[in-house]
């Protein structure tokens, strides 16, 4: 099967092209090696060390990649950027489109699709209804009307699937493919030495968190969770990694350690660092249907875990009231963070690879092809019945 993959190429504070990183990178990667011809077109939102490259082309795990520069005048750069994809259509003569990352990626494979008369499948990692770009006008009109004409839907969490199925009305395939880990970069390693590679504390007892440092994720709860219980625990520090949100205030003090933007055996390092590991989440559009990355990884890493309880964390961890804390609630996230530390519960449960997402991936858009085929077939039959032909 040929494969056209549309995506943006920034996200999660991370470079697919650069960092090899995540969701986008990896499924693309699974498809190549079970013998899909697969062609990667990602658009780079924003400029790298004050400037726009226009195209880049790289091969990464026998992906053909295509990288290209949205510039700084957006709206003549999306013009641009879907003529281009027009060209690399007709040259590449995909048997499928893939919309993924946001809601413009979307809707442009649908355009795409309905132009060549091919089938487009939508990857819908978050809830791209709470992401600013979509509130723009007449965004979330045409995000509804691609998903639901999609010949097949992948959604990243169960609450999300519902949520598509109730609001979107799909005429396609809709299921659930979660995210994942790269087991040979998240897995349990010696506690006192991944400190020493960090310069933290060998004594202490360390809480701590990494990715999006962001308010909107609910990362100030934290910040003053950790303050309270860190006038009762003189020995406890807290460690964060990732993008800092300059709205939340990053705590200073010598109980509190940030590490910045970590690469990811730098992560591993810190989650088989830490003593209890924080996923901070808001009730709210985004956190009701997202699927934290991290959740994986810390349980990967043997990291007992608190997380906020929304969205589809309970059905995930159902085994552990304890692990559980009231999103926006302080004391609910000390009181779980202060039992975490002495019961270390830590999930049972199965993680997946991204060996196996894409594995599902695939078989997602096998199927959709052949609804697909059997469709037009249909079509075709009752031409030929009225004698069309």
Request: hydrophobic share 40%; with cysteine; proline share 4%.
């Amino acid at each position: 099967m040929r494969v056209l993959f549309l995506t943006k190429q920034q996200y999660m504070a991370k470079d697919l092209l650069q960092d090899r990183f995540g969701r986008f990178y990896e499924i693309p990667r699974v498809l190549s090696r079970w013998g899909h011809k697969v062609c990667g077109v990602c658009l780079k939102y924003r400029r790298n060390k004050n400037k726009w490259e226009v195209s880049v082309s790289d091969t990464c795990d026998q992906v053909e990649w295509n990288s290209f520069s949205l510039g700084r005048n957006w709206p003549l750069g999306f013009i641009r950027h879907y003529r281009r994809l027009q060209r690399v259509t007709a040259m590449f003569q995909p048997d499928v489109i893939i919309g993924a990352s946001d809601t413009a990626h979307v809707v442009v494979s649908s355009w795409l699709a309905s132009k060549f008369g091919i089938p487009f499948v939508v990857d819908l990692y978050d809830n791209f209804e709470s992401y600013g770009a979509t509130q723009l006008p007449g965004m979330k009109r045409l995000l509804r009307r691609a998903v639901g004409s999609a010949a097949a839907v992948s959604v990243v969490s169960e609450t999300l699937r519902l949520k598509v199925e109730a609001e979107y009305q799909p005429t396609g395939i809709v299921r659930t493919i979660t995210n994942a880990i790269a087991p040979e970069v998240f897995y349990p390693d010696d506690k006192a030495a991944a400190r020493r590679r960090l310069g933290l504390p060998e004594s202490q007892t360390l809480i701590g968190t990494a990715g999006s440092l962001n308010r909107k994720r609910g990362i100030d709860i934290l910040y003053r969770a950790f303050e309270q219980l860190s006038k009762r625990k003189k020995d406890w520090s807290l460690v964060l990694a990732g993008p800092i949100d300059r709205r939340a205030n990053l705590p200073i003090g010598s109980k509190i350690f940030y590490l910045g933007e970590l690469s990811h055996d730098r992560v591993r390092d810190l989650f088989n660092a830490l003593d209890v590991g924080v996923i901070c989440n808001r009730d709210d559009a985004f956190g009701r249907y997202c699927f934290p990355q991290k959740l994986f990884e810390m349980i990967a890493c043997g990291l007992p875990i608190v997380a906020a309880d929304v969205g589809a964390m309970r059905s995930l961890i159902p085994d552990s009231e304890c692990a559980l804390f009231d999103p926006g609630n302080v004391e609910s996230l000390a009181n779980a963070i202060s039992v975490q530390s002495k019961n270390r519960y830590i999930s049972s449960m199965a993680i997946p690879t991204w060996h196996d997402c894409g594995l599902k991936f695939g078989n997602l858009l096998e199927a959709a092809v052949a609804a697909n085929t059997r469709s037009s077939y249909g079509v075709e039959a009752a031409h030929l019945s009225a004698g069309e032909l």
